[in-house]
């Protein structure tokens, strides 16, 4: 199947890439309807199940009932005797066991199919069927997985047994009752089998300890054939004689030394591993399993035994096996003393020849181990480093020399400027583009710290000449940093860029410029937060005006000292705001006497607006409170700085147009993690059209810094601000939901009143459903009579909204939809007593 | 020089097809038209012995156990194929019937003649929803009484009085049969009228 799969989708991979990237959720639960046709099109249906399969790989959620509906839909696959798209279904089945309900109406077929002839079914049948089962299911098919563990084929066989010891977690009382199966199935010929039947076994016993340490002395006598097995009980004796300390272990411990004869390589490394490990071992019994192969792993755990062993090692490293040279090498590295290595180094470049890329990494790694051991060194292994980066080698050897040396010029000032000398000589052959942009960023980096950093501008600049548009990109952001580092190259360096400035490549060319730019201007000081926020808001806006770096506020260095013990009675007030409602605010704005005279409060905002980032320095939130005339902004603002008090804080308030900001309520001292509240309060315009707009904050402050520890503030503080997000008034603001039982008498009611109607096509929004929750959100107003519910399959459809407008008025809204052409129109009439909340209907939704 | 060869092997080959057709035209006749395939569900509550009619229809031997779930079958006969969709009939498998209406021709609904009055009571009223159904309108139905060598066992008469058939299949054709769990003509009436 993956062959058809493959030669279908040739076109899309000869486009690059991968074929089912742009394949979409609701696509393809569209398309798996096709499963309910009458005649199942194998191919096609193997195609959307691998789909399928592929999203929920890749982690896309499927809700339960689109899960379930496909679910059911696939299941009528098995009418198809198709073996590819069965096994499909498997796969599907077992994906979808955990997602969709009702999994368990397959459990028929796939008992069927557990039992047919057909042994390509079988073991995925089985596989698929462990995964839908649950416990008061498994009884029904006990008996046919019985016979599945002792089935003839191996695939079958291992299925099952796999299947149970993923049961055995969920339900192990039944699965212990299969033990006698199991038994069996550990004699089998098959390697496979026997190593599962092992697993399961184990995991059926390893309550009881003396059934298992029966079960590995029977196991070891009888010779296992699978090597894997063999491991397996490796493992389990290894475990019986850690926790065992009595002599009972002694067998156990001839059977590991047995198996460092077998003659799988596997089982070697298993057992002398275990040997090794075992916290109780004697020098004596190390001896045999020292073979040379572990013994790497050894010089971690037992570095002074090892020790001892030097000398036979240093033969090691003459042997013919160059894997075993290498290790013997490495653990020479690791062990050996610093007058040594010279005589080391030699030995190594003898050899380093002869073996494969990987070894030679090993070897690399070991080097910079012993590097940071004794840096005194560093000359004879930067030299022999340099050697080895001249010579041939894969890219994962290269990667690995150039960490090193880079590593070493991190931690070894000395060793920088040799060190980037060799780094220099390479990138100017070096065929991996990211090993050079590495170095070249290292360059960057270290280079202006060297005594003569103008020697490197030549290497860098052939990069700029000579290499691929990554690189030269890298180029340029290392010229630049000389530049900017170093003044007496600056002149220069500029000179270098502006050519750039032509290049083909637009990412080297907008560097180029950026860098020029920047070494001209000198500086580009500013908050990295304070840009991205500017510039955040400059896309919002259209963008007309270039945008005005100076609208960036400048870097200020803070300083770091202390910070404030929360007082606990702070504490609990803070509890009973964040369970603030409606009315709790509405008390809370009586309290304050600038707002008494304000009149009752109409309507505040249902959650609070975030005005910052929620990782930032302070947190404030937003609520609007609606008056007759006026809006109250109310700032809940808590102080993320332990080190620094706030005093009278205020948010200041640029208005749009006609608003006007009447008074300000600051908070006094805002400690760290206090929650307090400011207010602001803005008379509305008359006019309806000035109504809404945006409002963009400043928080201003007074900073005291203050000790961490104590609590206790500075006297002295500074006067700053903090830009806050711009707040919006909608058209909705002013509007409060009311329900209204009977629509069309209301709506009779307002007859002789004012009435509006006007027509909008509503372009971007491309289901009705979609259309009827965004017209109740722009209007804010509430739907009556279940409208809200949109008919499946309608073209048309009628909302009716009522609401009071904040002057009191009630204001009632009828809007038609209709779908035509794929694009939806709306008729909108809406009735008041008044003039002003139609034309603010209308304004809302235009 | 092994290419002449090749193809000289290869015009052998197709005289011998060419041949063989020749001569089963000739002493056969014309290969009999491919039978048309329908796809029907076959429904009834627990212990009708929906398996078993299906099983002795397709002369399978496997031992019958209650259907967890449903079970998909190619029943033969002489002027069609069935593709049957058995549903278990248990009360947790009810439910599902209605996934599997959708696209099917035929609906068979076999009862168990000598159960008692309570089942009787239960696959009346489950027979009646199903019937119902509006992906099921008009659809031919037969419903197929087992179990009818059993003293118990009550008439033809009896069970379409009980299910009140005549009244809710006035407007689709219908049959009801005893079915001795062994011989196709009584089930082969679905079949006939679906090829007709």
């Known amino acids: ?846 | 020089m092994t290419t002449v060869r090749e193809c000289v092997l290869l015009a052998f080959a197709f005289c011998r097809i060419g041949l063989y057709t020749c001569y089963r035209r000739i002493f056969y006749g014309p290969p009999p038209p491919p039978r048309p395939g329908f796809s029907a569900i076959c429904i009834g509550i627990t212990g009708a012995g929906k398996s078993k009619v299906l099983a002795v229809l397709c002369s399978e031997k496997d031992e019958i156990i209650p259907t967890q779930g449903f079970s998909i079958k190619d029943v033969p006969f002489e002027n069609a194929i069935l593709h049957v969709k058995e549903i278990g009939g248990s009360e947790m498998l009810r439910k599902y019937w209605k996934k599997y209406y959708r696209g099917v021709q035929g609906i068979i609904f076999v009862v168990d003649s000598s159960c008692d009055e309570d089942t009787l009571k239960i696959a009346s009223e489950e027979f009646c929803k199903a019937i119902m159904d509006p992906d099921l309108a008009g659809l031919p139905l037969l419903v197929l009484l087992n179990s009818i060598d059993q003293s118990k066992a009550r008439s033809i008469e009896e069970i379409t009085d009980a299910f009140n058939i005549n009244e809710l299949c006035s407007e689709r054709k219908w049959s009801i049969r005893n079915c001795y769990a062994c011989d196709a003509d009584s089930a082969s009436f679905l079949a006939l009228i679906l090829a007709s």
């Open chain 1, 1 to 846: 199947m993956a062959f058809v799969m493959m030669r279908r989708d040739k076109k899309d991979e000869e486009d690059g890439g991968n074929p089912f990237k742009n394949i979409e959720k609701a696509t393809v639960v569209q398309e798996a309807r096709t499963f309910n046709d009458q005649h199942i099109n194998t191919r096609k249906c193997c195609m959307i199940l691998t789909k399928l399969l592929y999203l929920i790989n890749q982690g896309e959620i499927l809700a339960t009932v689109e899960a379930t509906e496909t679910f059911f839909a696939m299941t009528k696959l098995f009418q198809s005797k198709d073996v590819t798209l069965r096994r499909m279904v498997y796969l599907t089945i077992k994906e979808m066991s955990k997602l969709a309900e009702d999994v368990i109406i397959v459990t028929s077929s796939l008992t069927k199919d557990m039992n047919s002839k057909e042994d390509l079914f079988r073991a995925s049948a089985v596989r698929a069927l462990c995964m839908i089962t649950d416990g008061s299911m498994l009884q029904g098919i006990e008996r046919y997985l019985k016979q599945a563990i002792v089935d003839r084929d191996r695939s079958v066989a291992s299925a099952a047994l796999v299947s149970s010891l993923h049961l055995s977690r969920e339900n192990f009382e039944i699965v212990k009752r299969w033990v006698n199966e199991v038994q069996q199935a550990t004699s089998s010929d098959d390697h496979m089998v026997q190593y599962h039947a092992l697993g399961l076994l184990y995991q059926i016993k390893k309550n009881d300890k003396l059934a298992i340490t029966k079960l590995v002395s029977k196991q070891a006598r009888h010779s296992l054939r699978s090597p894997f097995a063999h491991c397996l009980m490796i493992r389990i004796a290894s475990k019986i004689i850690e926790d065992d300390e009595d002599s009972k272990g002694s067998s156990l411990y001839d059977y590991l030394e047995s198996c460092l004869r077998h003659k799988s390589e596997m089982v070697v490394y298993e057992a002398a591993r275990a040997i090794v490990n075992l916290k109780s071992v004697q020098s004596k019994d190390l001896s045999p399993a020292v073979s040379g192969i572990v013994i790497e792993q050894v010089a971690i755990t037992h570095p002074l035994s090892v020790t001892t062993c030097n000398l036979d090692l240093e033969n090691l490293v003459t042997d013919s096996n160059r894997n075993i040279a290498t290790l013997a090498i490495t653990t020479l590295l690791k062990t050996g003393s610093e007058a040594s290595i010279e005589r080391l180094m030699k030995q190594i470049t003898s050899f380093m020849s002869e073996i494969s890329d990987e070894f030679k990494t090993v070897v690399v790694d070991a080097i910079k181990a012993l590097c940071l051991k004794f840096p005194r060194k560093h000359l004879t292994m930067m030299n022999f480093l340099s050697a080895m980066l001249r010579d041939e080698g894969g890219y994962q050897y290269k990667k690995a020399i150039v960490n090193t040396i880079i590593s070493i010029i991190e931690e070894n000032k000395d060793a920088a400027e040799s060190g980037l000398g060799h780094l220099c000589e390479f990138i100017e052959d070096c065929e991996h583009t990211s090993i050079a942009v590495r170095v070249l960023h290292l360059l960057g980096k270290e280079g202006p710290k060297t005594l003569s950093p103008s020697k490197y501008i030549r290497y860098i600049y052939n990069r700029v000449i000579l290499e691929n548009s990554p690189v030269r990109a890298a180029s340029i952001c290392a010229l630049a940093k000389l530049g900017a580092q170093v003044p007496s190259l600056k002149e220069s360096i500029v000179t270098l860029l502006s050519r750039c400035m032509t290049d083909s490549d637009d990412e080297v060319r907008d560097r180029a410029t950026f860098c020029v730019k920047i070494l001209q201007e000198n500086s580009l000081n500013v908050s990295v937060f304070g840009l991205e926020r500017a510039l955040m808001h400059y896309v919002k806006t259209d963008m007309v005006e270039p945008f005005n770096l100076k609208s960036v506020p400048v870097a200020n260095t803070r300083t770091e000292s202390k910070a404030d013990v929360p007082n606990v009675t702070t504490i609990q007030k803070s509890a009973t705001a964040t369970a603030s409602k409606q009315d709790l605010l509405a008390e809370q704005l009586a309290r304050i006497p600038q707002f008494a005279s304000l009149g009752p409060l109409f309507k505040s905002s249902d959650k609070p607006i975030e005005v910052t980032e929620s990782e930032t320095e302070y947190v404030v939130r937003c609520v609007k409170h609606i008056f007759q005339k006026h809006i109250v902004f109310q700032f809940d603002c808590t102080n993320t700085l332990e080190d620094q008090l706030l005093e009278n804080a205020y948010v200041e308030i640029e208005p749009s147009d006609e608003f006007e900001v009447e008074s300000t309520v600051p908070v006094a001292t805002l400690a760290f993690n206090v929650p307090g509240t400011t207010y602001t309060c803005v008379s509305v315009p008359e006019d309806m059209d000035l109504m809404t707009g945006s409002f963009v904050n400043t928080l201003k402050f007074v900073v005291k810094d203050c000790d961490v520890n104590t609590g206790e503030a500075d006297e002295e503080g500074y006067e700053d601000e903090y830009v806050l997000e711009d707040v919006e008034v909608y058209p909705a603001d002013y509007m409060q939901r009311v329900l209204k039982s009977n629509f069309a008498a209301s709506w009779e009611e307002l007859d002789s009143e004012h009435q509006s109607e006007e027509t909008y096509v509503l372009s971007s929004i491309s289901t009705i459903e979609d259309a009827v929750k965004e017209v109740t959100d722009l209007l804010g107003m509430q739907p009556c009579e279940r409208s809200d519910k949109v008919a499946r399959d309608k073209n048309s459809h009628t909302l009716l909204l009522a609401g009071v407008y904040v002057s009191g008025d009630d204001v009632l809204a009828r809007a038609r939809f209709a779908m035509a052409q794929g694009q939806i129109t709306m008729l909108l009439t809406a009735r008041s007593q008044n003039e002003t909340p139609l034309a603010l209907v209308h304004k809302a939704v235009g």
